[in-house]
């Protein structure tokens, strides 16, 4: 069950938190969108897999999704924070 879904112990109720909310997920499954910036160091999870790490560009907190430049090729990566958890990474980690 991902974080927007209702959490009353049933997982089949999938009522979902209203669209202008998706920035104020609950801080213990992922960083919310008000909580990255620009230049951070972050690792994306989704659908129980990991799904990139790389560093923030752009932060659009009223859409609750952020841009990141991946590590590596370079790619960059629209993260919806309603379907991914963004955990920020130490610096000093490669």
């Known amino acids: ?7 009353d112990g049933n997982e089949s109720a999938g009522e979902r ?5 998706a920035a104020e ?8 969108a008000k909580q990255l910036h620009l ?3 972050v690792q994306a999870h989704g659908h129980g897999a990991a799904h990139g790490a ?6 659009a907190v009223e ?3 952020v841009w990141i430049r991946e590590d590596g ?3 960059r990566k629209l993260l919806d924070l309603r379907e991914y958890q963004v955990h920020p990474r130490d610096p000093t980690e490669g």
């Open 1 to 7: 069950m991902s974080w927007h879904e209702a959490a």
């Open 17 to 21: 938190v209203p669209y202008g909310q």
């Open 25 to 32: 997920a609950p801080g213990d499954i992922g960083a919310t």
């Open 39 to 41: 230049g951070q160091r």
């Open 54 to 59: 790389g560093t923030v560009e752009t932060v």
């Open 63 to 65: 859409l609750g999704v």
């Open 73 to 75: 090729l370079g790619e």
